[in-house]
């Protein structure tokens, strides 16, 4: 009802002096509260009639009212929603984009947690470990990739731990890459990608953001939003950052990021172009 009173507000404002809009506004206000006091007497009723004290509502309208209610400032929403407390309207929304990437709840989420290990790669990593007390998680690991068995470092490491056995050697390079952070972290910079969800017509979709920091002042710089970003978005977010008037970059003589297929062997070279 609502969404039919806005539409013909709509269509009749078009074309119309400043008088006839300010009466329609007041005419859409009057139908707004109309509206609103409707419900309010058809919550009394279900009430004081049917005993109903509380609505348990399904999760598909949580979702039909959240994605409505995510479009008002807090002091509209505070004035038109009677049946529920706002900050619940909001949180639905909260929890419709969290489930959308929920891979711990549902009927249909996998199991979470260590996997399985063979009895027979726990005796060949300690075999390892035992007849190699030099070598730390990582290398056991590679040698067991090389015997043919499908392990990781992480796993390795568990293994080891849960027989007794606290070890690792690699941690010398560890404190290496640490004190080269902090002689170089004037030069130093990094950049990577996190996600953002927006509601648009097609409803929900996730969003790219590249960002950039110096990691000597901790500035950030949010280089660019993308939904599908490709390789040539990025050729241009590289000349962008790395500017020579007023780019990010500028003074920069080192840039960290993954192994991400987007950090294309065209931004690389561009990097390198500009002496990094």
Known sequence: MIKETFDKFSALIRGLN?????DAFLNFQKSLGYCIEENNVMREVLRDKYNCKQLQLNDEQKKR???KAINLNK???????KIFQPETVVGWYRDLVGQKYDSTGGPNAAKRGPKMV???IIAEVLKLARRNPDWGY???????????????????????????????????????WDIFISSHKDVLSATDFFTVELLTEQGLERYMVLFFIDIGTC???????????DG????????????????????????????????????DEIMKGSGM
Request: a neutral charge; hydrophobic letters at 35%; one cysteine or more.
């Open 118 to 120: 063979s009895s027979e």
């Open 65 to 67: 009212l959240a994605t």
């Open 138 to 176: 990582e290398r056991i690991a590679s040698c067991m990739i090389y015997l043919g068995f499908k392990i990781s470092k992480s796993t390795v490491k568990r293994i080891l731990e849960n027989n007794g056995i606290f070890r690792d050697p690699d941690n010398s390079t560890h404190i290496d």
């Open 232 to 267: 040539q978005w990025m050729t241009q977010i590289a000349r962008n950052v790395t500017d020579p008037f007023d780019g990010f970059l500028i003074g920069k003589k080192y840039l960290i990021h993954d192994r991400d297929p987007l950090y294309t062997k065209k931004f």
């Open 75 to 81: 002091h509209i929403l505070e004035d038109i929603i």
């Open 219 to 229: 500035k950030v710089e949010i280089a660019g939003i993308q939904k599908n970003p």
């Open 18 to 22: 400043d008088d006839a809009v300010k």
